[in-house]
């Protein structure tokens, strides 16, 4: 079971405290988007739960287990950043076998896993290609397709489609809507985006200053927030 939950998490960075005493329950297959100014604590908060960032205080659990003290590697979560972080000097096959690698999977089970996540993902044709020869969508979606071959059940996604153009992230923010629906996986996305927060999260939370403000789903967000900060932000023009 893949709840997550954040018990008065903190980080600081020097005597700088960015994230203050977050309180947050995750369910297990929800899809939770992050949002909230540049500087919030977002990807601070993302990276504590991938086990990128020492956790400051408080507690992070994934379903009853504590995790603040296990390594990144031991935890069943992929993460999914803005700039894609492929591998420049291998193919995209490799590139969503190599986790796999690393973890001594049988040959065939990675061919397997990493033709099914291609199909998903309309990236066949591209498999024997290098990053540098594809498009941003088709960089975002390796990217996705290298997190998915573990089948982690986890996903952690930071501001994922904002390198791309408008028409673009329409499309990939169906695909990923679509993707979360067929993983059966939890899903917490990071975004400054209103229409991906309102049109993809099971809930939202708004964040400013390391704080959170509010917690709920779009509707209820949109209809009755709680100051004129989450009014501002949920309203605000794109
Ligand atoms: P967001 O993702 O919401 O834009 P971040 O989580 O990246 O915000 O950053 C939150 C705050 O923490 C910012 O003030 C940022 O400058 C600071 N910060 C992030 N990483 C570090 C670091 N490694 N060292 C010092 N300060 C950092
Ligand atoms: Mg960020």
């Not at 991938?50 to 992929?78: F, H, T, Y």
């Not at 690393?102 to 993902?121: G, S």
């Amino acid at each position: 079971m893949a709840s997550i939950s954040l018990n008065k998490l903190n980080k600081t960075f020097g005597a700088l405290k960015v994230v203050h005493d977050i309180d947050l329950d995750i369910a297990d297959k929800e899809f939770v988007v992050l949002v909230g100014p540049s500087g919030c604590g977002k990807s601070t908060t993302l990276r504590m739960i991938a086990g990128l960032e020492e956790i400051s205080g408080g507690e992070l659990r994934i379903g009853a287990d504590l995790m603040n003290d296990v390594p990144s590697k031991d935890r069943d979560i992929a993460m999914v950043f803005q700039n894609y972080a492929l591998y420049p000097h291998m193919t995209v096959y490799k590139n969503m076998a190599f986790g796999l690698e690393l973890r001594k999977a049988p040959r065939d089970l990675i061919e397997t896993k990493v033709q099914e996540a291609a199909k998903i993902l309309d990236i066949t044709h591209l498999l024997n290609r290098k990053p540098k020869a594809l498009s941003g969508g088709q960089r975002q979606r390796v990217a996705l397709g290298r997190a998915m071959v573990r089948n982690p059940e986890v996903f952690l996604l930071d501001e994922p489609l904002s390198n791309l153009d408008a028409k673009l992230r329409g499309t990939m923010r169906a695909e990923i809507s679509k993707l979360h629906k067929r993983l059966n996986a939890t899903f917490i996305y990071v975004t400054h985006d209103q229409v991906e927060a309102m049109t993809m999260a099971d809930r939202i939370v708004v964040m400013k200053d390391g704080h959170i403000q509010q917690v709920d789903t779009p509707q209820n967000l949109y209809d009755r927030p709680v100051n004129m900060f989450v009014a501002g932000f949920i309203g605000a023009p794109q």
